[in-house]
């Protein structure tokens, strides 16, 4: 985040943590109905902007590439791994070029790696104006949550505060939802937003705290 928002996030942070630890039994309920919601909603994390390229893996399953334009099915084959590159106002997949400004690189495993981490969800790449291209991780809310919550505080903490923390990153993560709708992507995944370390972030208590 930047400073204005960190300490916002902070001050957030201790009220909310207050709220917790002073709410009524069916207090907690109605607002553990209210975070359901949230369940079906999608963010999307900038992994890697204005990159030359982009290799991506299926984390253990076959790839499935479309266009992220009107979802046709690109011929790429079964594969593994798969690099996608800015071809002027193309992209490439695998040294092929299509006329697409977008594609999508969904894994079977519901999962999929990119520069030594995994990730949920599935990802989406855009060529850029310069040529190259925008890799972003589209995923459920929750998970997003998950991830960041580990990162942004230490495991240790006790779930009262863990919790507090899930609020503030979900909220945070909504008011860039709206403000960036125009754009390919919602948030960084780095501290100018809210540290996002992919699955190998998320722990137990950080799952406990988004439950």
């Known amino acids: 985040m930047a400073d204005s ?29 209210a ?16 990159c030359l390229g982009a290799e991506i893996g299926g984390d253990g399953g076959a790839l499935t590439v479309s266009s992220g334009e009107n979802g046709a099915i690109l011929n790429v084959g079964e594969v593994s791994k798969i690099l996608a590159e800015g071809a002027g106002d193309e992209i490439k997949v695998n040294h ?7 594609v ?12 030594g981490k995994r990730y949920r969800g599935y990802a989406l790449v855009w060529i850029a104006p310069n040529g190259s291209v925008d890799l972003i ?27 507090a923390q899930a609020v503030a990153a979900r909220t945070y993560a909504l008011y860039k939802r709206q403000e960036n709708a125009g754009l390919n992507y919602d948030v960084a995944a780095d501290v100018s937003d809210q540290a996002y370390g992919g ?13």
């Open 35 to 50: 975070i359901s919601e949230f369940f079906d909603v999608e963010v999307r994390v900038v992994l890697c902007k204005s």
């Open 199 to 211: 699955i190998s972030a998320e722990s137990e208590a950080s799952a406990r705290a988004v439950a």
């Open 96 to 102: 092929r070029s299509y006329p697409v400004r977008a």
């Open 137 to 163: 991780n589209h995923l459920p809310l929750e998970a997003y949550i998950t991830s960041v919550v580990s990162n942004e505080i230490p495991k240790s903490w006790p779930l009262e505060a863990q919790k």
């Open 5 to 33: 928002y960190r300490r916002a996030g902070i001050f957030l942070l201790l009220s909310v943590i207050a709220v917790f630890s002073f709410q009524p039994r069916d207090a907690v309920g109605k607002e553990d109905q």
């Open 104 to 115: 999508r690189v969904e894994s079977s495993s519901g999962t999929f790696s990119f520069d």
